[in-house]
């Protein structure tokens, strides 16, 4: 366990000042409050890639799990982590970890994913933004950032009102969670700048680190 936090040390830690149990979602990316290493995973639902509500504890089912939250699939930068954590997931089943991707595309959309990527990892909708904001990774989008996606990227998202009463987009903070087969959380990696994401090095390497 030492060696565990020990590893934390090679975090951003910048987003872990405040509290981990808010549920609000916040105002940027860089005031968001994560689940924390030795917290466990909250009871919350998401949507299958069937479009069937599906409570996350049942998806994950005792297993020890690689949990990541990824903007969508319309980000390049989600796109690359996609297929990198595509190219070490036969090395991550080796170790016991079943691998879990959660955004706020649709499932329609995720099942576009499985097929144009071949994926052959487990794909959850939170379309609404529900699972992010229980794990403390959701926020407000800026009005251009909104603006921007809406039109450049065609994304139907359902718009939420901010603290000021505007309609923004809301987005997950990109997020890798390393979960026992009870739920409580190894290691996290939480980053607010999107274009930033965990090597898949690090990754294997923290996951070892938990089956040790």
């Known amino acids: 366990m030492n060696k565990i936090y020990l590893f934390l040390t090679l975090f951003i830690t910048a987003t ?12 940027s990316a860089e005031t968001v409050t994560p689940l924390l290493v030795g917290q466990n995973v909250p009871e919350v639902k998401a949507t299958d890639i069937n479009g069937k509500s599906v409570l996350l504890s049942e998806v994950i ?25 595509q190219a070490i997931e036969k090395d991550l089943t080796e170790l016991g970890f079943q691998l879990i991707g959660i955004s706020t595309d649709s499932a329609a959309d995720l099942q576009k994913s ?15 933004s529900n699972v992010s904001s229980e794990f403390g990774l959701a ?6 950032v909104t ?9 139907q998202n359902p718009l939420q009102k901010n603290a000021a009463g505007e309609q923004r987009l809301v987005l997950p903070a990109p997020a890798v969670y390393v979960l026992d087969s009870d739920g409580l959380v190894h290691f996290q990696y ?3 700048n999107y274009k930033v994401r965990l090597a898949p090095e690090l990754l294997l390497h923290a996951a070892k680190l938990v089956v040790e």
Not at 116 to 123: A, E, I, Q, S, V
């Open 114 to 128: 499985l097929k144009d990527k071949k994926l052959t990892y487990t794909l959850l909708s939170d379309y609404h």
């Open 139 to 144: 926020f407000f989008a800026s009005q251009k």
């Open 61 to 85: 089912n005792n297993k020890p799990t690689i949990l990541f939250f990824y903007r969508g699939g319309w980000c390049p930068f989600c796109n690359v982590q996609m297929g990198q954590l």
């Open 190 to 192: 939480v980053n607010p």
């Open 16 to 27: 872990l000042a405040t509290s981990a149990t808010a549920k609000n979602i916040a105002e």
């Open 147 to 155: 603006d921007r996606y809406l039109a450049k990227m065609d994304l």
